[in-house]
């Protein structure tokens, strides 16, 4: 096998495997949300800005994460876009012990491991759903502060969706 070849072949498997290898470790589940529309254009694309400041915002799961001493309650970190990039001071925390989520921090609950954004409300801010084990799932609402509140969708916990399904142009 020549040389190119070996390395291609290696190139291929060195992204899922790092990938992998990131998840396994308790890194979590993350999406950065617009960034190829703020690098091509310099404002993000509206599916991923919760805020309406125009610049790309930033969603981690921490699924594994203790919180209230409950060991895999998880939780999720929000990071706002600014001119200068991603804000670290500009950032919200939420946990189903966050004051406006319902619900209570258990043990495995694993919030966080999935979720989803759109807007549901048609308020022209993009929501975020969050998975919550067993317990269903948590939207959160956007607007122009960023994400507040919190609404319980019980039942709906392993894997939330957001989508036109019914072809209304609705999400």
């Not at 950065?32 to 703020?38: D, H, N, P, Y």
């Not at 594994?64 to 895999?72: C, E, M, N």
């Given at each position: 096998?020549?040389?190119?070849?070996?390395?291609t072949?290696?190139?291929?498997?060195?992204?899922?495997?790092?990938?992998?290898?990131?998840?396994?470790?308790?890194?979590?589940?993350?999406?950065?949300?617009?960034?190829t529309?703020?690098?091509?254009?310099g404002?993000?694309?509206?599916?991923?800005?919760?805020?309406?400041?125009?610049?790309?915002?930033?969603?981690?799961?921490?699924?594994?994460?203790?919180?209230?001493?409950?060991?895999k309650?998880?939780?999720?970190?929000?990071?706002?876009?600014?001119?200068?990039g991603?804000?670290?001071?500009?950032?919200?925390?939420?946990?189903?012990?966050?004051?406006?989520?319902?619900?209570?921090?258990?043990?495995?609950?694993r919030?966080?491991?999935?979720?989803?954004?759109?807007?549901?409300?048609?308020?022209?801010?993009?929501?975020?759903?969050?998975?919550?084990?067993?317990?269903?799932?948590?939207?959160?609402?956007?607007?122009?502060?960023g994400?507040?509140?919190?609404?319980?969708?019980?039942?709906?916990?392993?894997?939330?969706?957001?989508?036109?399904?019914?072809?209304?142009?609705?999400?």
């Amino acid at each position: 096998m020549s040389r190119a070849r070996r390395r291609t072949r290696s190139a291929r498997l060195t992204a899922p495997l790092a990938a992998a290898a990131l998840l396994a470790g308790g890194i979590g589940t993350w999406a950065l949300t617009g960034a190829t529309a703020q690098a091509a254009g310099g404002s993000a694309d509206a599916r991923d800005d919760f805020n309406g400041d125009g610049y790309a915002d930033l969603v981690v799961g921490a699924p594994g994460a203790t919180v209230s001493s409950q060991a895999k309650a998880g939780y999720v970190a929000v990071m706002y876009g600014s001119p200068g990039g991603l804000s670290t001071t500009d950032k919200k925390i939420v946990s189903r012990s966050t004051s406006g989520v319902p619900g209570a921090a258990t043990a495995n609950q694993r919030f966080g491991s999935t979720f989803a954004k759109g807007d549901l409300d048609k308020d022209g801010f993009i929501d975020l759903v969050i998975s919550g084990g067993t317990a269903g799932s948590v939207v959160l609402w956007g607007s122009a502060s960023g994400l507040t509140g919190g609404t319980a969708l019980a039942g709906y916990g392993a894997a939330p969706q957001a989508g036109d399904f019914d072809g209304d142009g609705t999400t």
